[in-house]
Antibody, heavy 121, light 109 residues
Framework: QVQLVQSGTEVKKPGSSVKVSCKAS????????FAWVRQAPGQGLEWMGG????????KYAQQFKGRVTITADKSTSSAFMELSRLRSEDTAVYFC??????????????WGQGTLVTVSS | SSELTQDTAVSVALGQTVRITCQGD??????ASWYQQKPGQAPVLVFY???NRPSGIPDRFSGSTSGDTASLTITGAQAEDEADYYC????????????FGPGTQVTVL
């Protein structure tokens, strides 16, 4: 059973960047596909993008393109999400999740514990 | 991109049955997955695909799809089922992009 452990709480100034990590254990890293999902206070879940490390392929939601960069490092079994040009509306809990694919069915079967990012001057 | 719609909130009496629906064009092409989220916790997968329940999820959770609508049914709701429930599917307008529904708050009375 894969386990995902994320980095800790961050407080950032508007205009700066944040990089959140997600360390995986319990499965071969190259077998993993990661997604990043965020949740603003009192709001729903929002898919930001994802990465397939074995191919180095990334996908980004349109609303984050140009501001988000998702990477992975096999040596540390970790995925990373960096969000730049932060604004107050980016205050949210950021989750990583493992994506499973099977034909016309996709699902996120393991989640990190979440990382709170607060953007405040 | 695709959109999924859900009822904002539903309530169910203890031990009764509640169905949560999720509607969107992408569901004509891809199956939904469903997530339960309790306050302050990460989401938990409770059902996915045509008929798949993860290990450890009670069998009172079931799912179905018809046309552009996916449903999650809780048969014999328990107090611990009170939570927010989100549907998700692949976006049918962009390859391997995903979309979440806005979530349904389930209250067990």
């Amino acid at each position: 059973q894969v386990q995902l452990v994320q980095s800790g709480t961050e407080v950032k100034k508007p205009g700066s960047s944040v990089k959140v990590s997600c360390k995986a254990s319990g499965d071969t890293f190259n077998n993993l596909i990661f997604a990043w999902v965020r949740q603003a206070p009192g709001q729903g879940l929002e898919w930001m993008g994802g990465i397939t490390p074995i191919f180095g392929a990334t996908k980004y939601a349109q609303q984050f393109k140009g501001r988000v960069t998702i990477t992975a490092d096999k040596s540390t079994s970790s995925a990373f999400m960096e969000l730049s040009r932060l604004r107050s509306e980016d205050t949210a809990v950021y989750f990583c999740a493992r994506v499973m694919l099977q034909g016309d069915t996709d699902w996120f079967d393991a989640w990190g514990q979440g990382t709170l990012v607060t953007v405040s001057s | 991109s695709s959109e999924l719609t859900q009822d904002t909130a539903v309530s169910v009496a203890l031990g009764q049955t509640v169905r949560i629906t999720c509607q969107g064009d992408s569901l004509r092409s891809y199956y939904a997955s469903w997530y339960q989220q309790k306050p302050g916790q990460a989401p938990v997968l409770v059902f996915y695909g045509k008929n798949n329940r993860p290990s450890g999820i009670p069998d009172r959770f079931s799912g179905s799809t018809s046309g552009d609508t996916a449903s999650l049914t809780i048969t014999g709701a328990q107090a611990e089922d009170e939570a927010d429930y989100y549907c998700n599917s692949r976006d049918n307008s962009e390859s391997h992009h995903y979309v979440f529904g806005p979530g349904t708050q389930v209250t067990v009375l």
